[in-house]
Each structure stands twice: as structure tokens, then as C-alpha cells.
């Protein structure tokens, strides 16, 4: 029985340590946690590893028996640490391969590079990995399982914190931080102040304005405090099904949208004048509030001094002039993490690039085309990629890919081929390759602005074709190849890409986190524990004992119980420093360091000059009562 | 002046490097010293520290320390003067000096761990003035590109440590801070180098400074988290097998003490991660327009906060505390690195901000 000598054992509950425990334990008043928490009642058969199958009684069960069976084992805690990492694991591959959601390019270069690979990834629904049926399926049976714990902790929860603390165990020797002092009155009987009942009176007060809750069990005092635990970790777990359901249910009335939008230009927001538009599940066009938003002006700044940043983009701002339904006009700036927040919409700057002004003219001099065409950027110094489409107004029908440059440069290679030094406009060169044929627009598939379908069409100017591609500079005109006309770059202006988001269960999301956050703070740092105080009156005077029984974790018991002795001792009379000695710790390193002011005035380091110490040497152990 | 400071900054690196290199050699040496302290110590056999203590809150009190019981105290109350009076029944206990094997009390630390303990704050002074020095080179606070990364994220964790051991003793751990550190602040500032480049748009916010620093001391927690479940994990095995080998495990905590210091620290990072993960999505949805989107920066931190999560399940699960709930500790620091050394450099995401 050596080790039930160390006043440290906290929980006594699960190493079946006899019978004596019992008292301590007392289940009924204990916040119903899974069967095989280590804090639970014991399982059948001592020191038990598999907790589950002390559950398995009978061989034979009923389909309700089997039902409770299944349910049992979903909501353990075995079940719940498989499922979260099962989930975690299950969410490794989409971190491998590209997200349809997040990068449906990656997407399609990853199905021309492994185009063996892909089909079968693909069936595995590994390229939308979060929506997949069997990454929900690990989600949704944990969260099932968790909704099978909580709500049965939570109405155990409740009775708790209505009830009184339990009985005073029988032997508080046993438990955490257990110490006993012997008081007497220099006559060497107990007078009345010492008579057991005022002296748990005073006990059960101090206890109550530390926040405990009492019970007086004859001559002892029964106190629990830290229900806030329970209460943190069952508002943890219940955010957590919150911001589960806000996530899922919440997107579905949202939307977002995005939009290019060039200098000059204005976008209304209603769904045709989007580019592309998401709408959540129960999206209805009502929810789109028309507002207009004009670019203004887009501004870039770029790195110009420091030599190992040149012409890296400092800053993007959008000036824009809003437009609300009733009329209200006003002027804004949106940038990167300055969104502008309008009739219920955010709306982002996403991106941006250049956009040029071009007219195409036949050759008698009619206008066959005009149009200001956004440039997709291709890479940090803002080369860009452009599609012109010309169908109407010259003898033939032409497509023209563009190739721009901000500041453009000679590669070097005497090829004549451009490229971009900054993404600024230094020396900014339009280059065209003239495409002539058929377009393709009249077969009614819908094509991408962005995209030019050559398969029926012959290169007229550009690399493949006799003449080379035709370089324009800002207010420079140059001929089609065959006298089909004329090319004018009229001007280059600056887009910027806009997103527009609503989601009305943003706010929700954050409230759920925030009580996420919050519940794990209380469940992690508030101590649950019991505290009894009890007083026998002896020969020698009046015993007091004191210990304290933790809760789940609790490093600072020992310590807790020690200060309530000595406040207690102090108001009973004991001057301070004998209250201290009587109660004193051994030295261990963790109960000095943890407060380190509290080492100090302990007096049980081997440097104390503290009178009391000389009689007090053999009580380190912890004090334990041998009547 | 930008580049005075920054070349600055890298000379203090290189200097904490050599300092920490002398300090990783000294704490080493303390544990060999203590292979040769545990032989002497009398009666320290493994056995006692496998004694069948487990379970025990702390882990505290084993062999001959708790071996005897004492009475309580007696307190004469004379209402002048008071005096405490041991009723000790003869039984009393030894003389409680000499810490045995898995003792908690704070050892008296060898000359070396003097030493190293030293070499490693005065390393860590010099770190700092890196770090600092890197920020005013910058004009920002100094973590928005892996080499910056590193070298905050080191000086951090050696801080959490030195703070750490202010309330236990922690020496034990000293040589695999020092030896983590090494190898990351080498790897941070040869491989990860860069030099001082301006923030771009996406990154100019307050959520640089709330986010990615909490997410660094998160870091900093579990990574000596880890240590102490590894510790645990020897201890463990020792103790199961009355190993006698590794005899400076002998004059480490037991096992079970271990677990809990572990725990501890873990939860103070979990913490700051559950934080690191809100603050990001709300950062995310002010720069990107949604709050989450799996993108694989994301995805692992996420990935990271569910095995924590795990961890503190399989903590409270009968059948699953000790040596099977410290490998989840030390998978999710493993996860922790991954996250940062591989996941920033070679997977595609939004968070391209390895500035490589
Ligand atoms: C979405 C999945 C879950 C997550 C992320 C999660 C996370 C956590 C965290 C962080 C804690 C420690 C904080 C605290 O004590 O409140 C915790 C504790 C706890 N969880 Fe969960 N949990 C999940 C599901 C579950 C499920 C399904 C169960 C039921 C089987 C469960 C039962 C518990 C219990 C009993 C504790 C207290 C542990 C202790 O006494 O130390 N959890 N959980």
C-alpha cells in the first residue's frame, strides 16, 4: 500500500483501488463524460486496456440492443479520436493535387500532365476533395458523434449544477493534497472557538467567497467549484456543431461574383454584367441590391529604389465613385485588405492587369471594330495575353492574339521576340498575331473572350505566317496584312478584378469561433475540483484535516488546497508563519517554481531561517494522520 | 542603412549560431555527466522509477523519498504566541536529500548546464538583436518570409523554453532545443535566405502581426511539447524494459511526469493555434474575399489543429494516455515542421509568401 501514502493521487477512481473509494467517486454527480474517459467509472475488470468491451454484456442483442450498441461505440472516445484522425488524414490529398474550387487551372495542367493519373484521382474525387462523399462521410459521422456526446453531458450538466456537492469521503487521506494539523489551546484541550462545528463554519464561509459551492456534513464541509469547466468544454463542443452548420447551411444563401472592370467603366451589380457568378443554393436574383460602381482610377505603386525589389507592386488602389439604389453618390478607395462593403456585398480587389483600347477600321475607313479589351496578366512583370475578335465590317473575319508589354524589351537573342522588364508602362508595345477565317461564333457555343479558336482560320501575320506579327505602341495605327484594313492602339488603361461577395453567415461563422475559442479557454484553464475541510475533535485538541479531489486536469491542486488551509489556520488564530510551517509542502520543484514569489515565502527550502522550521523537519512527506 | 542593418542582422545569426553550437555542446556534456551522476546515486535502479506509481498526479514522491509517512502538525494556540509542533511518531521520514531517479526535484545543475544554460541566453540576446535589426532593416515586423520565419520562430521557441524553465526544470531539454534550433536557424538562413523586400499589397495588414506571430508561438509550445514527449516516450520504454542503458534518463522526471508537463505545454499551444486558425480565416476573408477556401496552407494547419485535437482526446481516453497519446504530440509537431518547411516551398497556394 505504499503508493496510496502519496497524498498526490488524484484519481483514485480508475485504478479499482478498493472499496474505500467509492465514496470519492460518486458517479451520479459527475458530468457524464464517455464510458471509456479516463475519468469515468471504472470499467469492469481493473486496469482494463479495451474499455469498450466491458460494455459487450450479453452475446445476444436486440435490434434496439444492437442499435444501443452502435450508438455507444459512435459516441466513446475512442471513436471520437479515430474519427479525428481519420479526418485528419483524409484531408491530406487535397493538399497534394489542385482544387477544383480554389484552382481549377492546376486542375486542367494537372490532366495534361498525368493523363493516365487524373481519370482514376478523379473517380476518387480527389480534385474536390472537402466536398467529396467520403471526406463528408468522416465529418458527418464525427459530428454525429459529437452531437451524441454533448447532449447527454449537457443534461448531466445541468443536474450538476443543481445538486450539492457529494458526502465527505471517509478517509480524506487519500486524496490530493491531503494535509492535517493538530490545534490545542495552550491549556492542551480544545476551548469553544475550536469546537468542531464553528470551526467548519468558518471553513464552509472562506470556502463560499472563493467561489466554491458548500454542503455541511456534520462536522465537515463539502465544496465543489469549476462547474465553468464542464460548462467551457460542453460550449466548445456545441460551437463547434455551430460553426459546422453556419459553414454548410449559411453559404448556401450567399453568392460571389466576379468582375473585371476597366478605368472608365462601370459595373452594376445585377447578374448579367458579372463575368462569372456562384450563386449559394437558395440564391434568388432579390438578393442582388443594384448599385453601380465606376472605376475611377486604379493607381500602382512599384518598388523603385531598393535593388532587390524592382518593380514589385507596393500598393493597389481602386478610386471608385459608388452608386446606391436611391440615388446616393459617393467616392471610395478599395484595396488589397480594404474591401469596400456596399448593399450587403463585399466587393475585393482580386486582381488586376492592363487593358487596351483598340480599333480595327476597313479600308475604306469605317470603324469595324472598338473596343477596350482587359489583358490577362502572365507573369510578375505584367506581360499579358489578349484575344481581339473581329466579325463584322471587313471582307473576312479575323481573330487577332495579342501579346502585351508593359515595358517592353528585346530578349537579346536577335530574334526580334518581346518581353516585359516592369510591370510599368516604360515602353509599352501591343504585339498581334492576325488571324484570318472563320471564328467560329456562328455555331452558338459559347466562347471565352479570353480564348481565340484558330482551328479554322489561316496566321496572316506572326510567327507561322510571311509577315511578322504587328507591334503597336500607344497612338500608332498599322496596317493588316492583304489591305484588310487598319489596327489603331488607341490607348492602354488599367483594370482592376473585383469580386463581390455576400454571405450572410459570416457573422454567424465568427460568433460560433469566437464561443469556439472562448469555451476552450474556460475548459482548459478553469479548475474543477472538491475541497472538504474536516474537524474531529481528539485528546489532543481538534484535528483538522483537508484535501481536495481534481477534476480532470489540475496541477495546481496541492497547492490550493494548502493556501485554503492556511487562510483557514490564519482565521482561527494561528499566527501566519506557524500556519505556514503546519502546512508547508515538501519542496518539489514544480510547486515552488510554479509561483516563484511563493517560494520565497515558503518556508521549506533548506535555506529558510524561519523559526518554525527547526521542529518542522520531518513533515515533509506530506501530513498524514496515524491516530 | 537598410543594408548596414540587414548584413548587420546576419552577422548576429551566424554569432547566436556559434553561441548556441556552444551551448548545444555544453548541455550535452551535462547529460553525459549525468549518466555518471545516476551510476552513483545510491539505490537508483530503474525499478523504483517503474514502480507503480503511474498515475500519480505529479508523478512526484517515489523510492526512499515517500517511503515513510509522517503525522500531522500540531499547532499549540496560545492566542499570543503561537508555535507549530511536529508530532512526528518516530517513524519519521530520512533525510530527503538526494534526488533518485524520476524525482522531480530541482537538481542541482552541473557546472556544464551552468554553462549551457548561459551560452544559451547570452545566444539568445544575440539572436534577438538579429531579429530586431532584421525588423528595422525591413521597416516591419520581422516575419513575413521563411527566412524571417526561422529566425523569429527560433528565437522564440528558445524563449518559451528559458521562460518555461523558470517554473520547472527543464535542463534536461536543453541540448534538444539547442540541437532543434541549430538545425533550423542553419537551414532558415542558408537555404531561405532572402533579402530585405518590401510587403507586397496582400500582406500589408495588422493581421500580419497577430496572426503569424501566434501562429509562431504556438510553434514555440509545441515544439518543446515535443521534446517532453519524446523524453516521455524513452522514459516509457525504459521503465517498462528496466532498461538500464541512456542513465541520464535517470535523473529526469518519470514517465508519467513527463506526460503531464507535456500536456501542459501542448495546451498553451493548442491555444494559440485554435487562435492562429480563427485569426486566418478572418485575415483571409479581408485579403481573399472568403474566409476558408482549402487552400493547402489551410488545409494543414487545419490538418494540424484536428491531431492536436486528437492528442487531448487520446489524453483523456482509458487505453490511450502515456507513451500512445505522446505519439500524436510528436506527429503533430512533426506536422507542425512539415507544414512550414515543405508545404511553404514546394505545394502551390495562395500563401506564396516563402519569398523564395
Ligand atoms: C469535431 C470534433 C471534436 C473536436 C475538434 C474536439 C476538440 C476537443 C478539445 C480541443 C478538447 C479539449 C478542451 C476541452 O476540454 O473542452 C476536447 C475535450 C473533450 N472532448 Fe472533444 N472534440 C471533438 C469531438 C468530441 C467527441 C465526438 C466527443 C465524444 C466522444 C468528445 C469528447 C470530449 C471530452 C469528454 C473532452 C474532455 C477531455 C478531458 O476531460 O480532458 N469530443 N475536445
Redesign the pocket.
Known amino acids: 500500500m505504499a503508493r496510496s501514502s502519496d497524498p498526490e493521487r488524484r484519481t483514485s477512481v480508475d485504478q479499482g483501488d478498493g472499496p474505500d473509494q467509492a465514496d470519492v467517486t460518486d458517479v451520479s454527480s459527475d458530468p457524464l ?2 464510458s471509456d ?3 469515468s467509472a471504472p470499467a469492469r475488470t481493473p486496469g482494463d486496456q479495451g474499455a469498450g468491451s466491458a460494455d459487450i454484456v450479453q452475446p445476444r442483442l436486440g435490434l434496439v440492443g444492437y442499435l444501443r450498441f452502435f450508438w455507444r461505440q459512435l ?3 475512442k ?2 479520436l479515430f ?2 484522425m481519420l ?1 485528419a488524414v483524409a484531408a491530406i490529398p487535397g493538399s497534394l493535387v489542385p482544387q477544383r474550387t480554389s484552382d481549377p487551372n492546376g486542375v486542367v495542367q494537372y490532366r495534361a500532365e498525368h493523363p493516365d493519373l487524373f481519370p482514376v484521382l478523379d473517380k476518387l474525387g480527389v480534385f474536390d476533395t472537402y466536398s467529396s462523399p467520403w471526406f463528408s462521410a468522416v ?1 458527418l459521422l ?2 454525429i ?2 452531437i ?3 447532449v447527454p ?1 449537457t443534461k448531466h450538466h445541468f443536474e450538476a449544477l443543481r445538486s450539492k456537492p457529494p458526502k465527505t469521503p471517509a478517509r480524506l487521506s487519500r486524496l490530493a493534497g491531503y494535509r492535517s494539523v493538530t490545534l490545542q489551546t495552550a491549556g492542551g484541550a480544545a476551548d469553544a472557538a475550536l469546537a468542531p462545528a464553528s470551526v467548519v463554519e468558518q471553513a464552509r464561509a472562506q470556502l463560499r467567497r472563493a467561489g466554491y459551492r458548500t454542503q455541511v456534513f456534520g462536522d465537515s464541509v463539502s465544496a465543489e467549484r469549476g462547474y465553468l ?1 464542464e460548462t ?2 460542453l460550449v ?2 456545441t460551437a ?1 456543431v455551430g460553426v ?1 452548420l453556419t459553414v454548410g447551411i449559411g453559404g448556401g444563401f450567399g453568392y460571389t461574383g466576379q468582375r473585371v472592370v476597366v478605368e472608365g467603366q462601370t459595373f452594376t451589380n445585377a447578374l448579367v454584367s458579372y463575368d462569372s457568378f456562384n450563386p449559394g443554393r437558395w440564391f434568388s436574383d432579390a438578393q442582388l441590391s443594384p448599385y453601380n460602381i465606376t472605376l475611377d482610377k486604379f493607381t500602382t505603386t512599384y518598388e523603385e529604389s531598393n535593388a532587390d525589389a524592382l518593380g514589385q507592386p507596393l500598393d493597389y488602389t481602386a478610386d471608385v465613385t459608388t452608386t446606391t439604389q436611391s440615388g446616393e453618390t459617393s467616392e471610395h478607395e478599395i484595396k488589397v485588405n480594404s474591401p469596400l462593403s456596399i448593399g450587403g456585398s463585399n466587393v475585393y480587389l482580386l486582381g488586376n492587369g492592363y487593358a487596351v483600347d483598340v480599333t480595327v477600321k476597313a479600308p475604306d475607313g469605317s470603324v469595324a471594330f472598338r473596343d477596350t479589351i482587359p489583358f490577362l496578366p502572365q507573369d510578375a512583370n505584367l506581360t499579358s495575353q489578349g484575344v481581339v475578335k473581329v466579325p463584322d465590317g471587313l471582307s473576312d473575319q479575323i481573330g487577332m492574339i495579342g501579346f502585351f508589354y508593359p515595358s517592353a524589351v528585346e530578349t537579346g537573342d536577335g530574334s526580334g521576340i518581346l518581353a516585359s522588364s516592369y510591370p510599368d508602362l516604360l515602353n509599352p508595345v501591343l504585339s498581334l498575331n492576325v488571324y484570318q477565317g472563320d471564328l467560329g461564333l456562328d455555331a452558338g457555343v459559347p466562347q471565352s473572350v479570353y480564348s481565340l479558336d484558330t482551328d479554322g482560320m489561316t496566321e496572316i501575320a506572326g510567327a507561322a505566317a510571311d509577315q511578322s506579327a504587328l507591334q503597336l505602341s500607344p497612338g500608332t495605327t498599322a496596317d493588316l496584312p492583304d489591305g484588310l484594313g487598319t489596327v489603331t492602339l488607341s490607348d492602354v488603361k488599367r483594370f482592376a478584378s473585383l469580386d463581390v461577395h455576400h454571405d450572410p453567415s459570416q457573422l454567424w461563422v465568427l460568433l460560433f469561433a469566437g464561443l469556439v475559442f472562448a ?2 479557454l474556460t ?2 484553464f478553469v479548475p474543477r475540483r472538491r475541497v472538504w475541510v474536516k474537524a474531529t475533535t481528539t485528546d489532543g485538541g481538534v484535528l483538522l484535516e483537508y484535501a481536495g479531489l481534481a477534476r ?2 489540475d496541477p495546481t491542486l496541492a497547492r490550493a488546497v494548502r493556501d485554503i488551509a492556511r487562510t483557514h489556520l490564519a482565521g482561527l488564530g494561528v499566527p501566519a508563519d506557524a500556519a505556514r510551517a503546519a502546512t508547508s509542502d515538501d519542496d518539489r520543484s514544480d510547486d515552488q517554481s510554479d509561483d516563484p514569489s511563493a517560494a520565497a515565502a515558503s518556508p521549506s527550502g533548506s535555506t529558510s531561517n524561519d523559526p518554525a522550521r527547526s521542529t518542522e523537519a520531518p513533515s515533509r512527506a506530506g501530513r498524514r494522520m496515524r491516530p | 542603412m537598410t543594408e548596414d542593418l540587414a548584413n548587420f542582422s546576419l552577422v548576429a545569426v551566424y554569432s547566436a549560431m556559434a553561441i548556441y553550437t556552444i551551448s548545444f555542446v555544453a548541455f550535452a556534456l551535462d547529460l553525459a555527466k549525468r549518466s555518471g551522476d545516476a551510476q552513483q546515486a545510491p539505490a537508483s535502479s530503474v525499478a523504483a522509477t517503474a514502480g507503480p506509481d503511474v498515475g500519480s498526479a505529479r508523478g512526484a514522491g517515489r523510492g526512499s523519498a515517500r517511503a515513510a509517512v509522517s503525522g500531522g502538525s500540531t499547532i499549540v494556540l496560545d492566542r499570543e504566541a503561537a508555535t507549530a509542533v511536529s508530532t512526528g511518531d518516530g517513524r519519521g521520514d530520512g533525510p530527503d536529500g538526494t534526488s533518485g531517479p524520476g524525482s522531480t526535484r530541482r537538481r542541482r545543475g552541473s557546472s556544464f548546464e551552468r554553462v549551457a544554460t548561459a551560452m544559451m541566453v547570452l545566444g539568445l540576446l544575440v539572436h534577438v538583436s538579429s531579429v530586431v535589426t532584421r525588423g528595422l532593416a525591413a521597416d516591419r515586423v520581422p516575419w513575413a518570409n521563411m527566412f524571417e520565419f526561422s529566425l523569429t520562430g527560433t528565437a522564440i521557441i528558445v524563449a518559451v523554453y528559458l521562460v518555461a524553465g523558470r517554473f520547472v526544470d527543464l535542463s534536461f531539454l536543453g541540448a534538444y532545443v539547442m540541437g532543434l534550433n541549430l538545425v533550423l536557424l542553419a537551414i532558415g538562413s542558408v537555404n531561405y535566405y532572402v533579402e530585405v523586400v518590401p510587403l507586397q499589397p496582400a500582406l500589408q495588414s495588422a493581421w500580419l502581426v497577430i496572426h503569424v506571430l501566434v501562429a509562431i508561438l504556438g510553434t514555440g509550445f509545441f515544439a518543446i511539447a515535443a521534446g517532453l514527449s519524446i523524453a516521455q516516450l524513452i522514459q516509457t520504454k525504459r521503465e517498462q524494459a528496466r532498461l538500464s542503458g541512456l542513465r541520464f534518463m535517470d535523473t529526469l522526471p518519470a514517465a508519467d511526469r513527463l506526460e503531464d508537463l507535456a500536456y501542459r505545454v501542448a ?1 498553451v499551444g ?1 491555444v494559440l493555434w ?1 487562435f492562429t486558425l480563427i485569426a486566418g480565416a478572418v485575415w483571409a476573408e479581408r485579403a481573399w474575399g472568403r474566409y476558408w477556401g482549402w487552400d493547402t496552407k489551410e488545409v494543414w494547419t487545419f490538418i494540424i ?2 491531431l ?2 486528437g492528442y ?2 487520446a ?2 481516453t482509458r487505453g490511450w494516455r502515456g507513451a500512445r497519446s505522446s505519439w500524436l504530440s510528436i506527429i503533430g509537431f512533426a506536422a507542425v515542421l512539415f507544414n512550414f518547411g515543405v508545404v511553404n516551398v514546394f505545394f502551390k497556394g495562395l500563401h506564396a509568401y516563402s519569398g523564395l
Request: hydrophobic share 50%.
Open positions: 463524460r464517455p474517459h479516463y475519468d459516441t466513446s472516445m471513436t471520437a474519427l479525428l479526418l465529418y464525427l459530428f458523434s459529437l451524441g456526446c454533448i453531458r469547466r467551457g468544454n466548445f463542443h463547434l459546422l469555451g476552450l475548459a482548459l480532470g486536469e | 495546451l493548442f485554435t489543429w484536428v492536436y485535437a487531448i482526446h489524453r483523456a
